[in-house]
């Protein structure tokens, strides 16, 4: 069986009546195959650019993590106190590490209580504090040992007109403990 359509499609006859229907065909074809292969070259491109961003961000996350893993190293083998190891009461190393700050006035409570998993934790509430100074109590913290399970931070407007005083403070209630 012979598909007459195709069989004068490809005939050598260009006069005939059917020169126009066939230049327009296989230009509708080419167009086809040229969309197709745009198509494809498109989603190949776009697939290539994703696997570029995402491997340079696996780079970048490991990257991260190899610094946080030789921070860590550096701050256990630190050059800290004496009395800053793991064998110094909970109570007694977060006091010493606000005394060691400087913020017994913005140390409204501390006491001890029951943490994760029956261990021991003690809860302080601080008031008053800068961000800068929250954070460098829980680096301190953190470099004697102690970590923070939960916390609950408020920022509160300064209503004190004093000059050079900070416009808003933070109340920070932590619950802290070793691990």
Not at 85 to 107: F, H, Q, Y
């Amino acid at each position: 069986m012979k598909l007459s359509g195709f069989s004068s499609l490809f005939s050598r006859d260009e006069g005939g009546p059917g020169a126009e229907r066939r230049s327009l065909f296989l230009a509708l074809a080419a167009l086809l195959v040229w969309g197709i292969g745009f198509s494809l070259w498109s989603d190949a491109n776009d697939l290539r650019q994703r696997r570029i961003l995402q491997k340079k961000r696996f780079d970048e996350l490991t990257a991260v993590l190899g610094e946080y893993a030789s921070l860590r190293r550096l701050s256990g083998n630190g050059t800290g106190d004496a009395a800053a190891g793991p064998e110094e009461d909970l109570l007694t190393a977060i006091t010493n590490a606000v005394a060691s700050l400087g913020l017994r006035s913005n140390m409204q409570s501390l006491s001890t209580t029951t943490g994760r998993a029956g261990g021991n934790a003690v809860s302080v509430t601080m008031e008053g504090l800068s961000s800068e100074a929250l954070a460098k109590f829980l680096q301190e913290t953190e470099r004697r040992g102690i970590f923070s399970f939960s916390a609950d931070i408020r920022a509160i407007r300064n209503t004190s007109a004093a000059a050079g005083s900070p416009p808003r403070s933070l109340i920070a209630v932590l619950l802290l403990g070793r691990r």
